[in-house]
């Protein structure tokens, strides 16, 4: 069964940082285009950021370059989201995604 596992969120204050970490298991991760999504209450699902499959091309949301970084470790089937100067407006449910995959979210809360 094909599956995406996010885990490392959690309650941050501004400022602060992050890793999320996403697991792919039951399909060969290494051919695929990652890409981490984010859903705030009311708003629509936006895309965040994307990696290509050896990680030499990555894309961003203007709201989040400079600040997040996405990268991969294909020998772990692992795609990584490290967030940094986090602010209040990047509070949501965080999404890993492939290709007509998607994982079942995690939380993660800006707030003094």
């Known amino acids: 069964q094909e599956r995406l596992v996010e885990s490392g969120g959690g309650l941050v204050q501004p400022g602060g940082s992050l890793r999320l970490s996403c697991v792919g298991s039951?399909?060969?991760?290494?051919?695929?285009?990652m890409r981490w999504y984010r859903q705030a209450p009311g708003k629509e699902r936006e895309l965040v950021a994307g990696i290509s499959t050896f990680g030499h091309s990555t894309e961003y949301a203007d709201s989040v370059k400079g600040r997040f970084t996405i990268t991969r470790e294909n020998d772990k089937n692992t795609v990584f989201l490290q967030m940094d100067s986090l602010k209040p407006e990047d509070s949501a449910v965080y999404y890993c995604n492939r290709h007509s995959l998607w994982g079942p979210g995690i939380q993660v809360i800006v707030s003094s």
């Open positions: 039951g399909f060969d991760f290494i051919t695929y285009y």
